[in-house]
């Protein structure tokens, strides 16, 4: 059974940096692709990064790109999301998700997911 665990989230001011991790145990991990969702408070969920299981190939949304950036390491069964430059809009929870289908940015396509960690970013 494939677990996820999302740490690293907290309450920053615009402009900070924070490090979410997700934490994977069962199945081979460099076989699955990984992503990160958010969802905002009345909002729906919302592709922000995704990375290939090989992690050579990553892509993320536009209106993240050049600000956050997703990275894995095989080795610890572990995905990373570096978020800089913070704004108030990106505050969210924040889901790990987890699928050895396609590569792609549809949240439908991942089968397995973390219960998420809240990012709050203050003006």
């Known amino acids: 059974q494939v677990q996820l665990i999302e740490s690293g989230g907290g309450l920053v001011q615009a402009g900070d940096s924070l490090r979410l991790s997700c934490s994977a145990s069962?199945?081979?991990?460099?076989?699955?692709?990984m992503a990160w969702f958010r969802q905002a408070s009345g909002k729906e969920r919302a592709f922000v990064a995704r990375?290939?299981?090989?992690?050579?190939?990553?892509s993320s949304a536009d209106s993240v790109q050049g600000r956050f950036t997703i990275s894995r390491d095989n080795t610890k069964n572990a995905v990373y999301l570096q978020m800089n430059s913070l704004r108030p809009d990106d505050t969210a929870v924040y889901y790990c998700?987890?699928?050895?289908?396609?590569?792609?940015?549809?949240?439908?396509?991942?089968?397995?997911w973390g219960r998420g960690t809240q990012v709050t970013v203050s003006s």
């Open positions: 069962g199945g081979t991990f460099s076989l699955y692709h």
């Open positions: 998700a987890e699928t050895n289908r396609v590569y792609t940015e549809l949240g439908d396509a991942y089968t397995y």
């Open positions: 990375i290939h299981g090989s992690g050579r190939t990553s």
